[in-house]
């Protein structure tokens, strides 16, 4: 004879708060993924200043982003040979 399976359904609030996790985690690697490739390709530079301008130069305002991003481009071509291309 062939024993019967029983099986038990999770509760609805146990099978939402699982899924709940889940999605949770799954924000998280993304968001983690996103940051990975911002700093990868440079996008996350003005934040990095910002955050660095707060903490060294608290008394003197920083410089706007259009700013930063001149002056960043203006370094990098006055100096070719230290960038792979």
């Not at 062939?2 to 038990?8: L, P, V, Y």
């Not at 939402?16 to 911002?38: D, L």
């Not at 008394?59 to 071509?77: G, I, K, L, V």
Request: hydrophobic share 30%; net charge positive; charged share 30%.
């Amino acid at each position: 004879m062939i024993a019967e399976r029983t099986t038990t359904a999770l509760p609805s609030s146990s099978g939402r708060a699982v899924a709940r996790g889940a999605w949770r985690r799954v924000r998280a690697g993304a968001s983690a993924f996103r940051r990975g490739i911002r700093g990868v390709f440079g996008a996350d530079a003005y934040e990095k200043y910002l955050e660095y301008h707060r903490q060294h130069h608290p008394h003197h305002a920083p410089m706007s982003e259009p700013e930063f991003w001149r002056d960043r481009c203006d370094r990098q071509e006055g100096n070719p040979q230290g960038r792979c291309c």
